[in-house]
């Protein structure tokens, strides 16, 4: 993202859908897959769309995700970032992602382009 602009999400299907109204409350620009159509569209899907708008996806799945960014930067393909949900953020509050979410777009230098970084619950 460039600096001083505000980062904007998209949330995967593995985090709580209620926690993109909650970021939108807040003040920060979030939407989720399933209100973009994209429910159980693959993991390839989500990245690209995540890419074609230049949102920063936020998931939990690092496996499979690790993977598709680690083909991006070997690639030299530029991308909006992946942010990696902690587990110690817990799935069925959505307040607790969108708090620390709020915190982490508030703060400066967020995820650097075409890199990953951690969303922790502090």
Known sequence: MPVGKPP?????????LGAAAALRKRG???????ETGLAGA?????LE??????RILV???????ALLVAALQRRKRSFPGVLFASVALPL???????????RFAERP????????AWLTAR
């Open 8 to 16: 904007h999400f998209l949330l995967d299907e593995c985090i709580h």
């Open 28 to 34: 920060v620009d979030a939407v989720h897959v399933v």
């Open 42 to 46: 693959g993991d390839v899907v989500v």
């Open 49 to 54: 769309t995540a890419i074609a708008q230049r």
């Open 59 to 65: 998931t939990r799945d690092y496996s499979d995700f």
């Open 92 to 102: 069925g509050r959505p307040g607790a992602l969108a708090e620390a979410l709020t």
């Open 109 to 116: 230098g967020g995820v650097p382009e075409g890199t990953v």
